[in-house]
Each structure stands twice: as structure tokens, then as C-alpha cells.
């Protein structure tokens, strides 16, 4: 799936480039939950950070086990999650996110290597926030960076919280 270099970005087109471009980011930021608080001059400062991209059908954005520390936010299209469980060969789709959700978050934060694959399942355009993008944030606008780090925490936390439930739940039976 991936092109002569070896990346994900072989296969997505940017959409944009450039401080003309940046409204139009931030238009796309203010569709997503995370941000949904964040005032409009936070976007707009946050849009110097993210770039966008299409993502054709069967992209696959994330590979479990890689080592690429960015995360997604995505703006339109879904995006199926799948883990391969185990010693099977098959991977199980465990999740599909849409619009306004994103993916690949704890990469982002502790550079470890991804949980699950991605694959885009309907076309989509994706917000690309890199752990450099997110350093250099949290460096020049300390205020934002702190805003954004928060937002990311409290969503691992309720993802947590869930997952937990669930477990509880098949423990249970």
C-alpha cells in the first residue's frame, strides 16, 4: 500500500498549502469535537500547526505497530480501525470513526508505536497533527499547546473509561 518512498504520504494529496490555505483549516478544525470549545482565534493559531490531506478509499493511514508519531483528525469520510488479534492471520474491525472524530492520538503523545491500522473506508479528507507539528506548538504558544494537550487527555480518558466498561462487561459473562 505504500509508494516508492515507503510513506502514507505517497498516497494522499495535500489539499492545501500556505497562509491563504489556513482559513480553510480552520474551518475544518472547528468540525471536530476536540475543538469544539476552542475559540476562533485558537483554531487559527492552531492552523499553522496541521496540514490536510484526501485520502483515497483503502488508504491505510495507520499500521498497528508502526512507529510513526501523527495523529489524524477526520474532517469527512470514515475511517475503519481494525487490530490484529493475536497470532491469527485475519484482523478484526473493532471501530469505525467518522467526521469530527480523530485517530492515532497516544503516538502523538508517547511516540510509541500505533494500536491498530486504519484504513480509510470512504473517501476522506484528514487533518494531520504531527508529535513535531504538537512540540512546536506547545513551544511557540505555550497557552494553546496546554488547551490542545487537555483536550487530548480528557479524550483518552473517556476512551479508557469505556474500554474498561467494556472489559467489565465480557468479564462478566
Known amino acids: 500500500m505504500r509508494g516508492s518512498t515507503g510513506t502514507i504520504f505517497d498516497e494522499l494529496e495535500q489539499l ?8 480553510v483549516l480552520a474551518d475544518m478544525l472547528e468540525g471536530a469535537d476536540m475543538f469544539r470549545d476552542f475559540s476562533r482565534q485558537d483554531v487559527e493559531q492552531l492552523a499553522a500547526y496541521v496540514a490536510a490531506y484526501a485520502a483515497p478509499r483503502g488508504t491505510k493511514v495507520l499500521a498497528e505497530g508502526g512507529r510513526e508519531s501523527y495523529m489524524f483528525i477526520v474532517a469527512s469520510g470514515r475511517v475503519d480501525i481494525f487490530k490484529h488479534p493475536g497470532d491469527q492471520a485475519k484482523e478484526t474491525k473493532i471501530a469505525t470513526v467518522r467526521a469530527g472524530k480523530s485517530i492515532g492520538e497516544m503516538a502523538v503523545v508517547d511516540g510509541l508505536p500505533h494500536s491498530a491500522t486504519a484504513v480509510v473506508a470512504e473517501e476522506a479528507k484528514l487533518i494531520l ?3 513535531r507539528n504538537l512540540d512546536q506548538l506547545v513551544e511557540h504558544n505555550p497557552a494553546l499547546g496546554a ?3 487537555r483536550r487530548l487527555c480528557a479524550l483518552m480518558s473517556l476512551r479508557l473509561r469505556q474500554t474498561s466498561g467494556v472489559l467489565i462487561d465480557y468479564i462478566g459473562k
Open 129 to 131: 497533527i504531527t508529535q
Open 16 to 23: 492545501g498549502t500556505g497562509s491563504g490555505f489556513r482559513a
Open 147 to 149: 488547551k490542545f494537550l
